[in-house]
C-alpha cells in the first residue's frame, strides 16, 4: 500500500465518521422543528452551521478520500460539493459541472484549494478544459502567492516546510505525478493559472 493510498483511506474514514453525527443533528433539529415549531434564531444558526459542516465534509471526501481510477462521479454531486463546500463570500467560481473520473475531481479540488490560498483577497476562479486536461483560472486584484510553496508543484523537491493549511499542495504533487500528469502555474499581474 502506497503512502497516498494510506493517506485517502485516512480521508475517507475520517468523513465517513464525522457525516453520521451530523446527520444525527441533522435529524435531531428536524424533529424539534416539527414538535415546537422553533423558528429562533439560534436554531436557525444551528441549522446554517450544521449545512456548511456538512457540505465541507463531501468537499473534503472528493479532495482527500480514496478515488479508483474506475470510478466516476456525477455532474450533480460535484455541482452540489462546489456550491456548498466550496462556497466563499470574497470567492466566485465558474465551473460547469459534469460526470467526471473521481481522481481528476479529486486533483480538481485540490487545486482549488491551492488556488484559494492565492486569493485571500477575493476574485473569481474559472475551470476550463476537458477531462484530464483542466485548467484553472484565478483572476483578481492582488494576489498573496508564497513563490516557494507554488514551486513544489512543478517541482521534484519537497523541501518546503508545509502547515497543516498547505497540505493540498503536497498532495497535489504527489498524485498528479503518480497519474503522470504534470502541473504547470504561471502568473502576470491579475491573473493565476493552474494547469493540470
Known amino acids: 500500500m502506497t ?30 422543528q416539527m414538535a415546537g415549531g422553533l423558528e429562533t434564531p439560534e436554531v436557525a444558526l444551528i441549522s446554517e452551521s450544521l449545512e456548511n459542516a456538512t457540505a465541507r465534509i463531501r468537499f473534503f471526501r472528493i479532495a482527500y478520500g480514496e478515488a479508483k ?3 466516476t462521479i456525477s455532474g450533480h ?7 456548498h ?7 466566485q467560481l465558474e465551473f460547469e459541472a459534469r ?14 484549494q491551492c488556488m484559494e490560498t492565492a486569493m485571500p483577497y477575493g476574485g473569481q476562479i474559472s475551470v476550463q ?20 510553496l507554488w514551486d513544489c508543484l512543478t517541482t521534484k523537491e519537497k523541501a ?20 503522470g500528469r504534470t502541473v504547470q502555474v504561471a502568473q502576470t499581474n ?7
Open 160 to 179: 518546503y516546510d508545509l502547515r497543516p493549511a498547505q497540505v493540498q499542495f503536497a498532495l497535489l504533487h504527489e498524485l498528479a505525478r503518480d497519474s
Open 77 to 83: 454531486e460535484l455541482e452540489s460539493a462546489l456550491r
Open 69 to 71: 481510477p474506475e470510478q
Open 190 to 196: 491579475h491573473e493565476l493559472r493552474l494547469a493540470l
Open 3 to 32: 503512502e497516498q493510498n494510506l493517506t485517502a483511506l485516512v480521508g475517507s474514514r475520517i468523513c465517513h465518521d464525522l457525516i453520521s453525527p451530523l446527520g444525527a443533528i441533522g435529524n435531531g433539529l428536524e424533529l424539534l
Open 99 to 112: 460526470d467526471m473520473q473521481r481522481p481528476t475531481a479529486r486533483l480538481l479540488f485540490l487545486g482549488l
Open 129 to 148: 478544459g476537458t477531462e484530464p486536461n483542466l485548467v484553472l483560472i484565478g483572476k483578481a486584484d492582488r494576489f498573496a502567492r508564497e513563490y516557494a
Open 85 to 91: 463546500g466550496f462556497s466563499n463570500a470574497r470567492l
